[in-house]
Every structure is written in C-alpha cells, then in structure tokens.
C-alpha cells in the first residue's frame, strides 16, 4: 500500500497533524527538511532510456536524483519509494542494512514530499528499472496531502483555482502547459529563422489603439495622468515598420475590458508581426509556414481532435470570400449587408436583438457572421475581403474600395489569426478614425484619434503586411482544449461566495 497511516486517517486536519508530526520528528533528529541546493544529474526520463538495455544480471553507475515521493511501500527491512519529476517516475529501493541509523527516519517521509537519491541504477528481480539509494536527503516537506491520492483534483473550479495542486496530481495537465511552451518557442524559431526582430512595446499608454475591444483603465500618480492597458501592440509595431525596422514581431500580453467565456480570458497572450514590403498574401504564406512548422517540429501528427472533430492542420488551407460564405448561409451579400436597413433587417430575422439606435452596422455584420457562417467552418478557411466598416487599419481592395485586403483564420468556428495589407494613407486613416468617433456614443470600442500614429504614417510607412495571432486559440486547438482556462495557468475567476 501507498501510504499506511494516510489510508487509516480520515479528515484533513488529522493528516496535517499527522504530517507536522513527522516534520518534528525530522528535526529532532537534527534533519533540515527543507533542504538545501541540490545537484542531481539525472532525470527519471534519462535513466530509463539510458539504461533501457540494463538486465538484472547487471549493475549500473551511480546516479543522483530528485523529485515529488508519489508512492512508499515498507516490505520488511525494505522500502520502495517512486520519485517523480516533470519528465517521469523512478523506483527507488532502500535497505535497511545499508542505511543505518538513517533508514528509521523513512517513515517520517510521507506522500508528496521532495526527495534526493543517490544510488546505483539495477534491475529488480520483476523487471523494473530501479535505483539502489545509497543516500537520500529530504528536500521539502508537504503539510498537506495531494489530492485523492495523487488522482488528481475532481472539482473543475478547483482545478484553475488551486492550479498548483491540479499541476502536481495530473500528468496531463503538466503536459499541456509543457506544449504551450514548445508551441510558443517553435513559432520565435520560425519566425528569426525569417530574419524577424523580437521587439517590445509598452504595455501601458495614454490612448488605447489597434482593436475594437475596451480597455482596462490605470492612473499614473507621479504623472497624475490616466493610462490604458493595451489591447493590442498593432500601432506600436507599425511605428517600428516607419522607423525602418523592417520586419518586427512580438509575443505578449494583451488585457481587454470583456466578458469571460470558454473562448475569452480578460488578460491573454497576442503574436503580432509586421513585414515592410509584404501585404495580406504575404500574410496567408506566413501563416500557412507557421502552422507547417508546428506540424514538424511539435505535433505527432498533423491532424488534432477539437470538439469533437477532426481537423487537418497542414497547409494549403481553404479560402473564400466572406461575400461568398454569407451569400451561402446567410442568403444575403455583403454589399447588401453594408446597407443600414438591409443590415439590421437580417439581425431582425436571426433574432439578434441589435438595432440602429444602439448598435452599428460594423457590429452587426459581425455579429451576423457569427451567427450564421461560422458555425459552418470547421477546417482551417481564411475568409477574405472584409468590408471597411470592419477593418479600419486595412488597406482598400483596388477593384472595391468598400472591402478590403483583410482575412481572418478560422478553425471550428473559432478566429485563430487577423491579417491584412495594412493601411498607409495617413489622410484615409484619418478619415477612418474620425468616422468611428462619430459612433462613439453608441460603440464604446471605436478607435480613438491616435494624433501621434497618423504622424508616424505622414512620415512615410511602406506597403506593409500584418496578421495577429491569438497564441491562446491556437494552443486550445493544438492541445485539443474546449476552454481556455485549460491552457491558461493562472486564469482570473470570480470570488468564491464563501471567500
């Protein structure tokens, strides 16, 4: 059995009095049980595919490790403790006859607890590869025990809650945030493999730019001046683009003054990249890269599990039109759309609740799109050639000015990526700005006049390709998670009603 007395006792607090007993006994025996610096030079991992060969006819070297004690079994003047780390587990067998004075203190050890080896790496008589501990030290001593027994946390909340118990008792969940780290990691390989500079801007300012979204609000004391969190490094990155850094990215944090759902965090992780000489084409062969290469490089396989379907994450993927798509399922173009009572006619049929008084045509284009197309994309499909009303930072098409270079990515319904063939006339900007502050009383996320951005553009910003990805939508997919408290370690919750 795993634990004895552990499996004996019942309520919380009589196991913690159980355990800060055990730390008394360790110190009265003059043992520090929090330990010192610890080298160890291998991981449970490593052993076992460095000795994968090794028989029980054999003996191995002498190796050092540490890690969480996940299981403890007495067997007479023998005790078998697992040693689990991040990359695995290891048996490690004591004696009673090779330890001394220091074997009775063993049963001071309880589940949970960090623990060093040392020993010589053999095979038992069962098969098992194993370390035959010469010395051990206590490392950390938990007061309190793992969830069920290191099962795992059963509650949902509790888990984003109390991640750090949810990360020590499960597996996957440790696996997942390793994935989002290798995600995030391979996109900056691909990307300086293109020869782009990492750059980074501020994450406060006094105006609030580059998305339709409401912003966290700050006060400065010093400055006596009101700050905004920003949502969105879009206007930073292109004053890079004019100052002649030619090709920028950034990978950070974005905070947005929204609702919380399974798809939105208030605080989440943006990539946004800017390529002077580039436009939205240049964009879709971007991103199609980034996703070949996180195919390469991180997946095991180029399809995924999402929501219960499957889907093909390796490039060339589908493009249409957003005209084409809403003609499709929304019977109606739009050209159409961009039309005031033809526009809230259709939120009207779909039951929207959106009208003129209170909502502008940009909105409900959007949301009609949401209602009725998105549902329908389920493979990775850039849809093209956003109206104007809803892409205030992207450049005109040539042959119809009332749309633009723009596309957005989506996968099972959800918007991965944003790029277009950004806008450089300072005076159509101008304008643009100008025409959403004209309906800031009824769109409370309309674009403020940013005066030094048009500066910026009047000194001259070339043909220019952007896209944003969202990394937290991407590392859902990727993970195969229907949430985004799945992927994110510390998601913000709601206070408890009991505080």
């Keep these: 059995m795993s634990n004895p007395v552990e499996e004996e006792t019942s309520s919380l607090e009589e196991l913690i009095a ?3 007993k055990h730390l008394e006994n360790l110190q009265a025996a003059g043992v520090n049980p929090w330990g010192q610096r610890y080298h160890r030079d291998r991981t449970a991992d490593s052993i ?31 005790t078998f403790i697992d040693v689990t780390d991040l990359s695995g587990r290891i048996q490690c067998y004591l004696r009673k006859n090779d330890l001394e004075d220091s074997y009775d203190l063993l049963n001071n050890l309880d589940i949970g607890d960090f623990l060093g080896v040392t020993g010589k790496v053999f095979r ?10 010469e010395k051990w030290v ?72 580059g998305a339709s979204a409401r912003p966290f ?74 996703f070949g290469h996180l195919c390469d490089h991180v997946l095991v396989s180029d399809q995924v599990e999402f929501g219960g379907n499957t889907v093909n994450l390796r490039p060339p993927f589908r493009r249409a039109t957003m005209d084409s798509l809403l ?35 940009a909105h409900a284009i959007d949301k009609i799109v949401d209602e009725t197309v998105l549902p329908h994309i389920i493979q990775p499909t850039f849809i093209t050639e956003y109206p104007i009303e809803l892409s205030p930072l992207a450049k005109r098409k040539t042959n119809d000015p009332d749309l633009t270079d723009r596309f957005e990515l989506f996968v099972c319904g959800a918007e991965i990526a944003n790029a277009f063939s950004e806008l450089n006339d300072p005076d159509d900007q101008r304008g643009r700005f100008e025409a959403q502050q004209a309906n800031k009383d009824i769109d409370a996320e309309a674009h403020p006049v940013d005066e030094d951005f048009l500066l910026a553009l009047e ?7 952007g896209i944003g990805i969202g990394i937290d939508r991407l590392i859902m997919l990727l993970a195969g998670k229907t949430s985004i408290r799945d992927i994110l370690l510390f998601p913000l919750m709601r206070p408890r009603a009991d505080g």
Aim: glycine share 8%; with cysteine; charged share 25%.
């Design 124 to 133: 038992t008589r069962r098969g098992e590869l194993s370390i035959h501990v």
């Design 327 to 361: 003609r499709e399922h929304a019977g109606v173009g739009i050209h159409e759309l961009r039309n005031p009572d033809i526009c809230f006619a259709k939120a009207r049929e779909l039951k929207l609740g959106l009208d003129a008084k209170t909502t502008t045509v």
């Design 18 to 20: 159980h355990r800060r």
């Design 217 to 290: 609000m700050t006060h400065h004391n010093a400055l006596d001046m009101q700050l905004y969190m920003r949502i969105a490094t879009e206007l930073y990155l292109k004053r890079c683009i004019v100052g002649g850094l030619e090709k920028v990215y950034e990978i950070g944090r974005i905070w947005r003054n929204e609702g919380i759902s399974t798809r939105h965090n208030p605080e989440f992780t943006m990539m946004e990249l800017y390529e002077a000489y580039s436009d939205f084409e240049g964009m879709i062969e971007l991103t199609e890269g980034i």
């Design 48 to 78: 076992h595919q460095e000795f994968a060969e090794l028989t029980s006819e054999q003996e191995g070297p002498i190796v050092t490790v540490a890690g969480r004690i996940t299981a403890h079994r007495h067997q007479g003047k023998a």
């Design 138 to 209: 206590p490392l950390s001593k938990a007061l309190r025990p793992p969830p069920e027994k290191f099962h795992g946390l059963k509650d949902q909340e509790t888990k984003y809650r109390q991640r750090y118990v949810d990360l020590l008792s499960s597996a996957e969940v440790r696996n997942t945030f390793v994935l989002r780290s290798r995600i995030i990691s391979a996109i900056r390989n691909y990307l300086d493999s293109l020869g782009f500079m990492e750059v980074e801007t501020p994450t406060m300012a006094s105006l609030a730019g």
């Design 459 to 465: 000194y001259g910003m070339p043909p220019t390709g």
